[in-house]
C-alpha cells in the first residue's frame, strides 16, 4: 500500500489504479488534496504502489529533442490565452481528428478547479492558466477508457499530473498526446475560494467570471481580474492582488512544489511555458499579447508540434537555451521554513492579512501607486519604467 508522504503532489494516480476503491481523497489542514486510504478495503496488490511516480523508477525526459517560439495567428486565440496559444493549436488538431482534450476548468461558482474535457464543454473553458491545483477525481480512468476505443486524447495538467497518469497508464500510447508546462507550483482551492468569498463580500455580488492571466495591462504583467453578476470588474497586477502577490511568493504553495523534481524532468511530449526572453519575437507587438515557448520531448511531440504550423507562427530555438529557459521558468524553491506560518496565518486571517505582514509599509505604497498609475493610461504614458514591460498604452 503506498505511503503517503510530505512530498505527496496528489497526482491521484494511486486512487485511480485502486482495484478495491479504497483510496478517496480529502483536503489536509490547508485545504491541499491528499489521498485517504481506507486499509480495511485494500486487499494489499501493491498497485498503487507501483503507480505512483514518487516512487517509480522512470525519472522522465531531461532535454528536448526542439524547442520552437511560436503565438497563434488568430490574435482573438493569443488573447483569451495565458501565453501565445500553443495550447489551443494542439487541441485544436486532436479535436479535428475526432479526438478528445483533457485541461482543467475553474468553475468559478462551486469556486473549484477540476479535471474537465471538451466532450462536455467547449475548448475555451479549458483555456488559461489557473494558479491553484485542480481536482483530478477519476479522470485518469476516463482517460484510459477513451485510448482503449481507439480514440485520440490529449491531457495537459502540471507535470506531476502528467507523471501521475503516465504512471497509471505504466506505459506509452501512440494516440495520447501528453502536454504540460513549466510549472511554478499551485496553491490550495480553499485559499482560492476563501478569497473569492471575500471578494464577493466587498463587492456584494457573486463571481460570475476569473482570469489570472488578463491581458489588459499587456502580456508582460500577470494580472488577475474578476467579473461580478452585478457587472461590476476587479482588476489587479499581481502584485497588488494578495491572492497573487502570496501564491508568487511560494507562501501559499503545496509542500511538494518545493524542490518538485517533476517541473524538472518532465513525462510528456510537449512541455509550455511563457516565453519571456522574446528577443527579436517582439517585432509587431506580439510580444505584448503572448509568446509562448513550446519544448517537443518526444519524437510524438515533435509531429504535434509541427502539424500546428498551420495555425501559428513559429521559429525554432537552440534546445539548450530553450531548455535553461524553461529551467529558470519552473523554479519550485527550497522549502522556506516560514511555508508552515505563512499557510496558517492564511488559512485564519486571510491572503490580505498575509501579503499585509509580508510586505513593508514602503513597499505597500510602491504597489499602490503603480497600480493606480497603470489604471490611467495618459499618466502611465510617462511612467514606462513604473509600469514595466509588457505595458499596452
Ligand atoms: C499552476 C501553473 C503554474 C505555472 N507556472 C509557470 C511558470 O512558473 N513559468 C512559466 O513559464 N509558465 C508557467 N505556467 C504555464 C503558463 O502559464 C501557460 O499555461 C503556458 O505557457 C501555456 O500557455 P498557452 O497559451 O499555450 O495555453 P493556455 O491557454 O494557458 O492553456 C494551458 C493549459 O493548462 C491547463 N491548466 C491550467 N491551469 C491548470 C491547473 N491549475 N492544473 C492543471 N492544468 C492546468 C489548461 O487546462 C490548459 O490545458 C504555469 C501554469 C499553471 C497552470
Ligand atoms: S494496495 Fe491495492 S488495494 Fe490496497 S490501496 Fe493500494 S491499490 Fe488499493
Ligand atoms: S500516486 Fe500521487 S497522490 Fe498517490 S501517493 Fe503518489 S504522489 Fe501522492
Ligand atoms: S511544482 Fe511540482 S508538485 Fe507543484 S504543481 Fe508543479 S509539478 Fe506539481
Not at 27 to 43: A, I, K, Q, T, Y
Not at 45 to 60: I, N, T, V, Y
Not at 110 to 123: E, G, N, Q, S, V
Not at 172 to 177: G, K, S
Amino acid at each position: 500500500m503506498v505511503k503517503i508522504k510530505e512530498e505527496c503532489t496528489g497526482c491521484m494516480a494511486c486512487r485511480n489504479i485502486c482495484p478495491a476503491g479504497a483510496i478517496g481523497t480529502k483536503r489536509n489542514e490547508n485545504g491541499f488534496l491528499m489521498p485517504v486510504v481506507d486499509s480495511s478495503r485494500c486487499m494489499h496488490c501493491g498497485q498503487c504502489e507501483e503507480a505512483c511516480p514518487l516512487e517509480g523508477k522512470d525519472s522522465g525526459r531531461p532535454d528536448p529533442k526542439k524547442a520552437y517560439a511560436m503565438y497563434h495567428l488568430s490574435e482573438h486565440v493569443v488573447s483569451i490565452s495565458s501565453s501565445g496559444g500553443a495550447f489551443y493549436a494542439l487541441a485544436s488538431e486532436v479535436l479535428k481528428q475526432g479526438g478528445i482534450v483533457f485541461g482543467c476548468y475553474l468553475d468559478v461558482k462551486k469556486k473549484m478547479a477540476y479535471l474537465a474535457d471538451t466532450d462536455h464543454m467547449p475548448l475555451e473553458k479549458l483555456l488559461t492558466s489557473k494558479y491553484v491545483e485542480s481536482y483530478i477525481g477519476d479522470g485518469y480512468q476516463k482517460v484510459k477508457r477513451h485510448l482503449e476505443a481507439g480514440r485520440k486524447v490529449l491531457f495537459c495538467g502540471t507535470p506531476c499530473q502528467a507523471a501521475g497518469l503516465s504512471g497509471f497508464l505504466g506505459k506509452d500510447d501512440e494516440n495520447l498526446l501528453l502536454v504540460d508546462f513549466a510549472c511554478g507550483a499551485v496553491t490550495s482551492q480553499t485559499f482560492l475560494r476563501d478569497y473569492l468569498r471575500g471578494l464577493e463580500r466587498r463587492f456584494q455580488s457573486k463571481v460570475q467570471e476569473v482570469n489570472f492571466r488578463d491581458k489588459h495591462y499587456g502580456w508582460g504583467q500577470y494580472c488577475f481580474w474578476a467579473k461580478f453578476e452585478n457587472g461590476r470588474v476587479y482588476r489587479k497586477t499581481a502584485m497588488s492582488d494578495p491572492y497573487f502577490f502570496c501564491f508568487l511568493r511560494s507562501s501559499m504553495q503545496r509542500f511538494s512544489c518545493h524542490g518538485c523534481r517533476f517541473a524538472e524532468r518532465h513525462y510528456s511530449d510537449v512541455v509550455l511555458s511563457d516565453f519571456w526572453k522574446c528577443g527579436h519575437f517582439l517585432v509587431e507587438g506580439n510580444g505584448r499579447r503572448g509568446l509562448s515557448l513550446a519544448l517537443a520531448m518526444t519524437q510524438k511531440g515533435q509531429e504535434a508540434l509541427e502539424s500546428i504550423r498551420g495555425q501559428a507562427h513559429m521559429e525554432e530555438l537552440d534546445r539548450a537555451e530553450a531548455s535553461y529557459h524553461l529551467k529558470a521558468r519552473s523554479c519550485p524553491k527550497d522549502k522556506a521554513p516560514e511555508i508552515y506560518a505563512h499557510q496558517a496565518c492564511a488559512a485564519q486571517h486571510g491572503v490580505s492579512v498575509l501579503r499585509k505582514q509580508l510586505l513593508t509599509p514602503r513597499k505597500r505604497l510602491y504597489y499602490a501607486v503603480r497600480q493606480f498609475v497603470m489604471d490611467r493610461p495618459k499618466l502611465a504614458a510617462h511612467f514606462p519604467k513604473l509600469v514595466g514591460r509588457g505595458q499596452l498604452m
